[in-house]
């Protein structure tokens, strides 16, 4: 682990750039990320939610001994979220590395580690003592897998997990039990929503246990067309299972999303390039923008540039203006609270940066 | 008169800019032009809609001679409309040289002579014999009249004019009888109209004897808030006397516009600034666009270089813009017709090179 104080590990995330949003991976035309997250306990400690102040601090304390002591984790931050102010914690949000319940959660010792590259993060203390996350760009779960297990593996050495033969991990919630797994995809659909296919879609793959959410995971709103997809099931399968489906589920709706594709370049080709280049023209021209209206025209800018219309800016930027102009990160970069009004002209002006630099 | 064609005459016509539009005429950040036209009419012939055949050529040959004639005419072109296609006739239109109804009439022998900077254009055998009419950037009706006087002068020197003592020039409409006069100011007011104040000021001035039209005259609707305010009276009252009076009006609706651009500036100069510049993004970015939402967005941007907020393009390059972007323009400048997703395309061409030109 690395020594730090708070305030230098936070200055150090305002500068630094997840490799996840490089917009280098597999099918990064449609796929922005793969992420897997495994939910674990410690053998003998309530669960969190559940857990005395002492237990929780327990938690936090193994958790520093296991970064600390493992070369796995030599270039890790640990973040204790109890000093965190609201706009920092939310800050952590956005940037992927903590869910909105950890940030907003007010128990005590909660947590957060995580590596340089941001690929990895490990939530202490939320729903459940560890929540592990894998973050890769584009198609790679099974890339993931082999990373997130050896990680997974190193912390069992150090610690017993709760763990039953009969069903697996122990979890805090029920729906966790079993491989403790979560597996999902992030994927940019704009040719699916353009044709307003998406809701079937959404219906069918509901039905075969797959769930889908918005651009920040569970109980967020879909927003740039970016659709996060990952499965309910995690008991009765292994873990290569659960990511073997997940993959052909999405390999299915990205052949979806790929023939409409094709089909709007053959009949509407002037249209994806004026939707493209007014894209370019507002946001590289206006002076206030809402994070709603700049997610909107990123996701139609990115269609222009995955379809091969419009060749700048590259899709890594686009990943990484997603997350920058999202209010806490907005207000992290300017190093002072913003009201709503500056922040939409303080958006404006990074995004005319970016977009033109 | 020049001695050419009617291809050399209309490519000409293509190349060439009218004076008015140039933007550094007096008040020109809220006044586009200001024109006078005088009816006339020959004693002794019918008024053009109830002359026969021979009458009709009677005025049109009459009108070549005063043009061939007098030195005043040297650069002036005579165009028998007669010999045009619609295409034609609306290009000129457009060019605002001729009327709407003067285009689309089919009586024969109607004529236009117009001079190289088309500050002068004389519509021959219109509603009247003669329809002389002479243009100038910004507020500047008082040189404009004396231009226009200098021209009429000479016509009668060649032409006696129907005229009676009592009631002055005779005219085909009763509505002009007298001076024969119309002058007219072409006003861009986006502050009045952002505010809604357009419609009070236009009711008030219509009960004074005031009228407002569009950006193409009578009959025209008003697009790109630009507003043409002229004198409904022609009896009674001195040529002097009605543009002194036009004037004065004018300048209380400027003074309107301008205190309500001072407040905008004040209270909303963000707004302001964002709005002009994603007019200017969106118009030399976009692909496809109407003929409508151009002048929309040419408001808008105007507005911003009015105001001082941007300061590119020149008025002069805006007030071109919103005479090149129109459907019969656009189709003689590409030599050929063009249906309307044709004609969407072309204008964002156009434009794109005219803005970031």
Known sequence: MQNK???????NLKESTAEWTNGQGPLSDIVISSRIRLARNVEGIPFSPRAEKAELKNIFELSRQVIEEDSLFKDSNLLLLDELTPLESQFLVEKHLISIYHAREKRLYRGCVFNQKETLSIMINEEDHFRIQYLLSGLQLN??????NEIDNKIEKKVTYAFSEKEGYLTSCPTNVGTGMRASIMLHLPALAMVNGINDILKAISKIGYVVRGFYGEGTEVMGNLFQVSNQITLGLSEEEIID???KVNQQIINKEKKIRRDLLSNSKSQLE???WRAYGILSSARIISSAEAMELLSKLRFGVELGIISHPKLGTLNKLMLLIQPAYLQMLAGKDLDPFSRDLQRAILIRDKISG
Request: charged fraction near 30%; glycine fraction near 0%.
């Open 245 to 247: 489906n997940l993959e």
């Open 274 to 276: 004026d939707q493209a």
């Open 5 to 11: 104080d708070k305030s230098k590990i936070l200055q």
């Open 143 to 148: 890339n993931i897998w082999e990373l997130i």
